[in-house]
């Protein structure tokens, strides 16, 4: 579920235009999974840009307040989570925690870093959905801890069936400041890709494991 139409268009407009969103349908991109993309995602560019951060930092912060009030620790999923949900923490004044894809191989062996404080549940903060899977990969790590996990929230999401049925799964809540719709629909207002590219576009997220360029 989206934030507000409004939010979710404006900030598609700043992951577009710091390139943290970059769409490339002639020249697919080749995830880590070994999927094309005509799409790529890296939304810890915004990061860099005062103006955006805050922007997305707020919008996640109000929502979070919004939803689930303010008697929480926020959690950054790693590693590109971990600046923007920590924004978030500083703007509500809560506890911070970030958790790692597995445990450190040395010293305490941490896959959680930080104090999360008993009896108060987890918000989690995500930058990306695609799958889902490692972000559900870090949910799992707080329950271990015997944290109660309110759900998840995040900057955009790929909007993937797959993700909808993993989330629906582990019974974890997901909101998202955009998704691939409210992209898609923002560029093709300003004329940012072509009718081609938008078909394109539109048939890679149907079947995103097996596409592959025309």
């Known amino acids: 579920m989206i934030y507000s139409n409004e939010t979710a268009a404006k900030t598609a407009q700043h992951l577009l235009q710091i390139n943290a969103i970059k769409l490339s349908p002639e020249n697919p991109f080749t995830w880590a999974s070994g999927w094309k993309s005509p799409i790529y995602c890296d939304n810890r560019l915004?990061?860099?840009?005062?103006?955006?951060?805050?922007?997305?930092?707020?919008?996640?912060?109000?929502?979070?307040?919004?939803?689930?009030?303010?008697?929480?620790?926020?959690?950054?999923?790693?590693?590109?989570?971990?600046?923007?949900?920590?924004?978030?923490?500083?703007k509500l004044d809560l506890p911070f925690i970030y958790v790692r894809p597995e445990p450190k191989k040395h010293g305490r062996q941490n896959q959680i870093e930080g104090h999360a404080p008993a009896g108060v549940p987890i918000v989690v903060i995500e930058d990306l959905i695609s799958t889902g899977k490692s972000s559900l990969n870090a949910v799992d790590a707080i329950q271990a801890q015997g944290h109660e996990v309110l759900g998840m929230l995040a900057?955009?999401?790929?909007?993937?069936?797959?993700?909808?049925?993993?989330?629906?799964?582990?019974?974890?809540?997901?909101?998202?400041?955009?998704?691939?719709?409210?992209?898609?629909?923002?560029?093709?207002?300003?004329?940012?890709?072509?009718?081609?590219?938008?078909?394109?576009?539109?048939?890679?997220?149907?079947?995103?494991?097996?596409?592959?360029?025309?």
């Open 46 to 90: 915004a990061l860099s840009y005062p103006q955006v951060r805050d922007f997305l930092a707020e919008s996640l912060a109000e929502q979070v307040e919004k939803l689930y009030g303010k008697k929480v620790t926020i959690a950054g999923v790693a590693t590109g989570a971990i600046g923007i949900g920590m924004l978030v923490a500083q």
């Open 155 to 214: 900057l955009f999401s790929y909007g993937f069936t797959v993700a909808e049925e993993n989330f629906n799964a582990k019974n974890i809540a997901l909101h998202t400041l955009s998704n691939y719709e409210h992209l898609l629909d923002f560029a093709n207002k300003n004329n940012a890709i072509a009718d081609n590219q938008m078909t394109t576009l539109s048939t890679w997220r149907q079947d995103p494991a097996n596409w592959s360029p025309q």
